[in-house]
């Protein structure tokens, strides 16, 4: 676990946003079901839901493609309730935007349908664990 600024008690990060990220294969039935089953959200909450983006390609974070919707803090039981019953076989990772990207993703990030590994860039979050260590000063003795 990372030690610094953001992780030095238990407050939670004040977070008004949440994403949820529901990976396919593009081409393939699963690229259909994703896109959706994020419209669906989007349409049965949409007081909730900012934005959703279709990414065909890996990027940041994601290794593989993935329809991302974002949506309201306040909506998060009623739209995670929801979607842990209908994510139809799909693998979604849903995650806070604290701030804290690798945070985000890795600690505190939840996963519904089945977890394949892979998903998520290894490169990605050991290039960015790399740039928070040359900028984090070394602790005081």
């Given at each position: 676990m990372l030690k610094d600024e953001f992780n030095q008690d238990d407050r939670k990060p004040d977070?008004?946003?949440y994403h949820i990220h529901i990976?396919?294969?593009v081409g393939r039935p699963s690229d259909k079901d994703a896109k959706n089953l994020a419209r669906e959200i989007a349409r049965r909450f949409p007081a909730y839901v900012g934005?959703?983006?279709e990414h065909d390609q890996p990027g940041g974070?994601?290794?593989q493609s993935n329809v991302a919707v974002y949506i309201d803090a306040q909506g998060f039981g009623e739209i995670v309730s929801w979607l842990q019953f209908n994510v139809r076989g799909l693998s979604a990772l849903v995650h806070p935007k604290s701030g804290d990207v690798i945070k985000d993703h890795i600690d505190f990030g939840l996963w519904l349908g089945p977890r394949r590994e892979g998903l998520?860039?290894?490169s990605y979050f050991a290039k960015k664990c790399a740039e928070r260590a040359q900028?984090?000063?070394p602790p005081r003795i």
């Open positions: 977070v008004k946003t990976y396919y294969d934005e959703v983006h974070p994601h290794a998520l860039n290894d900028k984090t000063p």
